[in-house]
Nanobody, 118 residues
């Protein structure tokens, strides 16, 4: 079992920045990806960004490309989401997730609220 703990959410004005962190602990895996998803009120959870842990390759939703950046610190077992030029439509609960390669499911953190005011 892996534990994922997010931090860094909060309230920010449109155009501002926030950095989310997610620390992983517990069971270790040799090949996996970590990612960020978000869920706004009344909407389904959606993919935001992911990173292949061993290679560092990244993927982003079109809605955040050029504004958000995902990175990792292997020594700290931590993944980050740097969010710049935030918009009110970025308001959501942001969830950290881990996917072992070859599995279809993700393990989830508890989520952290990000609110962007206009």
């Amino acid at each position: 079992q892996v534990q994922l703990v997010e931090s860094g959410g909060g309230l920010v004005q449109a155009g501002g920045s926030l950095r989310l962190s997610c620390a992983a602990s517990g069971r270790t895996f040799s090949s996996f990806s970590m990612g960020w998803f978000r869920q706004a009120p009344g909407k389904e959870r959606e993919f935001v960004a992911s990173i292949r842990w061993n290679f560092g390759s990244t993927d982003y939703a079109d809605s955040v490309k050029g504004r958000f950046s995902i990175s990792r610190d292997a020594a700290k077992n931590t993944v980050y989401l740097q969010m710049n030029s935030l918009k009110p439509e970025d308001t959501a609960v942001y969830y950290c997730a881990l996917q072992v390669l070859g599995r279809n499911s993700w393990d989830w953190g508890q989520g952290t609220q990000v609110t962007v005011s206009s």
